[in-house]
């Protein structure tokens, strides 16, 4: 339905290509924040140096080298890193459920429609590794979809890359969409969200107003509390109830992610062995990467952004043009173009700052701002 001749150019975010299928989007969850998480607090923690040699050694990985008709590799030792949370999937037909993501991608043919991923974020750390941005794209974002060779198929929800044709499809979706090249891939399991919050001790979040949750009929009541395992994924996954849906969920999202990364870089995990190595635990067992992103790489990212405080660390999500139904798919959402443009080539060129000062509005705000 598409075409795949790489040597098509790309386009503004939104927009058509010649020959091609238009460019939209929207925006969602942001668990897979948690990977920036990772290179923090391990960063806080060099010291241990056996436990971290040990720990990325037992990470699963998945081959990417397949894709093809990608964005020029950018310039600079910035880092853009493709992040997306995922379920443990589900049985379909002539594939087990006890299959791991990492065995499936090695399979002969991705089994489509196991697996779901509705957190899809792009990490931007900023060559000087003094800021780390995590930048939310909506799961329901209306865009072209492409396989794992890099080659358009349809129209659709930036989550249906992922389900349909695994992590090449999703970074290839991903690079299309914004024209930035994917630098490495990371997958956190959902397993390993609840994990992580039992090991830091359970989250503290605020809850500005009482709500109810039909989908998982569950009261929240306002005020502060401190989240953990199972009611932690719970409150990260509500949207049913909030004032705004999707969006109030990812701007809650984003600041548990934060309220998570002020715990796990705090002095009584970093410099509690029992602690670090629940957390670390939390995080690499549930954790798969791109094959070519080694543990030595891994390890210096780590020990690089070891100075890197929670304060360093910007959330945002891209900018949205609006909502509108698409029959067959229902709502989705449509980014706005010219912003979306102005926020990718700025990742493209490190100059997130400059865009931020530009659009302040668009940083997360607190939770107690939040409806």
């Given at each position: ?17 010649a020959?091609?299928?238009p ?19 391990l ?7 056996y436990l971290l ?10 081959d ?7 964005p020029d ?18 049985a379909?037909?002539?594939?087990s459920a006890?299959?791991?993501l ?24 900023s ?10 794209i ?39 969409l ?12 959902w397993?390993g969200?609840?994990d ?12 500005p ?6 989908s ?8 502060q ?11 990260v ?6 004032l705004?849906?999707d ?66 660390v ?17 709502s ?5 173009e ?12 490190d100059r ?5 000062k ?6 997360l ?7």
């Amino acid at each position: 339905m598409g075409d795949g001749d790489p040597g098509k150019r790309y386009r503004d975010a939104g927009k058509r290509r010649a020959g091609g299928l238009p460019f939209h989007r929207r925006h969602r969850k942001v668990i897979a924040g948690l990977v920036a998480a990772v290179v923090l607090v391990l960063g806080a923690g060099a010291s241990y140096g056996y436990l971290l040699n040990s720990k990325f050694n037992n990470i699963a990985k998945v081959d990417t080298s397949s894709l093809t008709n990608r964005p020029d590799p950018d310039k600079g030792e910035a880092l853009n890193i493709m992040l997306l949370g995922s379920d443990k999937g589900k049985a379909v037909p002539g594939v087990s459920a006890d299959s791991t993501l990492e065995e499936d991608a090695r399979a002969a043919k991705w089994p489509s429609g196991k697996y779901r991923s509705d957190t899809l974020m792009i990490v931007h750390i900023s060559a000087d590794r003094k800021h780390v941005y995590l930048v939310s794209i909506p799961r329901d974002t209306y865009t072209t979809i492409y396989d794992s060779k890099g080659t358009a198929t349809r129209e659709e929800k930036v989550n249906a890359a992922f389900s349909f044709y695994g992590p090449t499809g999703t970074i290839s979706t991903v690079e299309h969409l914004t024209n930035v090249r994917m630098r490495h891939l990371a997958i956190i399991d959902w397993a390993g969200f609840k994990d992580l919050s039992h090991a830091v001790g359970g989250v503290p979040v605020y809850i500005p107003r009482p709500f109810f949750d039909p989908s998982q009929k569950i009261q929240w009541e306002a005020g502060q509390q401190n989240l953990e395992g199972k009611k932690a994924l719970a409150y990260v996954r509500t949207r049913y109830g909030l004032l705004r849906g999707d969006f109030d969920r990812i701007a809650r999202q984003q600041n548990f992610l934060r309220a998570m990364m002020k715990k796990m870089l705090a002095k009584g995990t970093t410099r509690n062995p029992a602690k670090l190595v629940a957390t670390l635990s939390a995080l690499t067992e549930n954790l798969t990467v791109d094959a070519e992103w080694n543990s030595g790489d891994m390890r210096g990212l780590a020990l690089s952004l070891r100075g890197t405080k929670a304060k360093d660390v910007t959330f945002m999500t891209a900018p949205v043009a609006g909502t509108e139904t698409v029959p067959g798919l229902g709502s989705v959402v449509r980014l706005d173009e010219l912003k979306s443009k102005e926020l990718f080539t700025a990742m493209k060129k490190d100059r997130m700052q400059s865009y931020i000062k530009k659009y302040p509005h668009e940083v997360l705000k607190s939770d107690k701002e939040i409806s």
